[in-house]
């Protein structure tokens, strides 16, 4: 039924949209079938070995993945273009590690099951300063704090729906989607797989002056498989640089809708500066994310792993709410970038002070095709989790 309603609104935009045509592209093809032979095709290889040691279990995870993706861009005809993407993630070597659907429970989770799915699959239309796309699709706003793809992981989260975009850098943007379905990480074979449901995204932004930007956002989570994330969120962000550092402002408020369980109302904050020191660029933040009657404030569709540790020991928030005072820095070195954070965790409701965590990453890109990357984490458990040190070794290719 949804995707009827969904296939109804693509059909009648795409009618509206080609009857009244608008300045075409410099690089519009002259027929669809020039648009379709005109084509680009793409290749990107990303293996990963992933090494996890948690306290809590005997043995260590090790793995070892290739993934392989496979895409294709269509010439431009009347504005339209489309996009294919497939990916496959293999399992080099041997398998000693929790995939969430191998069945090795012995070992801790490393996300990357093995499978092959279509990663992405739409139509796109460019015209009257506005973009709409529909069917299956990337969507990262913003910082990806609240919505993201989650591309640290082999499997990528996508997002089946309809997305509408109006605005250019420098002025006024407004962002709208409609989802009704989240292709997460687990793959199609796991329980896990899909969070369906009614999915609405508003975000807009304004430049208040050159390098100052307001964002205004409302995400409305009505889920039909996953009940206690079905929430309303809405907020805003401030972003500027002021030349001698940049900062970064933020507060969300989060509510229960639906069906969703529990009752609750719970706060977001967020407060960061960067500073150049030398050759050094320095990071000071404080991220709250809090807590309501024993419910945390959470983002299930944020790409997670960006924040809060690479350990992502809080993917899920706590019923406490979590505090997280972070310091970091980064220098380029070498040709590569060179970047260590310090995480200090405590709950926002009580006195718990849940651990520490030491992250330190080393990016190079050796040309526009390859490039190699080296994380390395621990996590030392006081009142959460466990202690649990990872160690990341990655090597990309794209053509």
Do not use: C
């Not at 972070?326 to 970047?339: T, V």
């Amino acid at each position: 039924m949804k995707q009827q309603k969904l296939s109804t609104v693509i059909a009648a935009i795409i009618l509206g949209i080609s009857g009244s045509q608008g300045i075409a592209a410099e690089n519009e093809s002259a027929t669809l079938t020039d648009a379709l032979t005109s084509g680009q095709a793409g290749v990107n290889l990303r293996y990963r070995i992933e090494n996890v040691d948690q306290d809590n279990m005997d043995d260590v995870a090790i793995a070892s993945t290739l993934r392989t993706r496979l895409n294709w861009t269509s010439g431009s005809y009347r504005g339209f273009d489309a996009f294919f993407e497939v990916d496959n993630i293999s399992e080099i070597g041997n398998d000693n590690y929790n995939s969430t659907v191998n069945g090795n429970t012995e070992h801790p989770v490393v996300a990357d099951p093995q499978g092959t799915e279509v990663n992405q699959a739409y139509l796109k239309y460019s015209g009257f300063n506005s973009m709409v796309i529909a069917g299956r699709q990337r969507i990262n706003l913003d910082d990806q704090r609240f919505i993201g793809g989650v591309g640290w992981r082999q499997n990528e989260q996508t997002y089946d729906g309809l997305r509408y975009q109006f605005g250019g850098e420098g002025e006024l943007q407004l962002d709208y989607s409609y989802i009704y379905n989240v292709n997460r990480i687990f793959g199609e074979d796991s329980d896990l797989s899909d969070l369906d449901g009614d999915i609405q995204l508003f975000h807009a932004s304004y430049p208040l002056v050159e390098a100052h930007k307001l964002t205004a956002f409302f995400y409305n989570l009505d889920l039909d498989n996953a009940e206690s994330f079905s929430s309303r969120t809405f907020g805003a962000a401030y972003r500027g640089d002021f030349g001698l550092f940049e900062t970064q402002l933020s507060y969300a408020r989060q509510e229960d809708i639906g069906n969703n369980p529990s009752n609750f109302a719970a706060d977001y904050y967020l407060a960061e500066v960067a500073a150049p020191l030398g050759p050094v660029k320095g990071k000071l933040g404080y991220e709250v994310l809090g807590s309501d009657d024993g419910v945390g404030f959470s983002t299930p569709l944020a790409t997670l792993h960006k924040f809060q540790g690479y350990t992502d020991r809080f993917i899920e928030t706590p019923a406490d709410g979590v505090e997280d005072l972070y310091l970091g820095a980064s220098l380029a070195l070498s040709g590569g970038d060179l970047g260590i954070t310090y995480h200090s965790f405590e709950a926002n409701e009580g006195s718990a002070d849940y651990g520490t965590e030491w992250n330190i990453s080393y990016g190079h890109e050796f040309n526009e095709y390859f490039s190699a990357l080296i994380k390395y984490a621990a996590y030392d458990a006081d009142d959460y989790s466990e202690d649990t040190d990872k160690l990341w070794l990655m090597l990309t290719a794209k053509f």
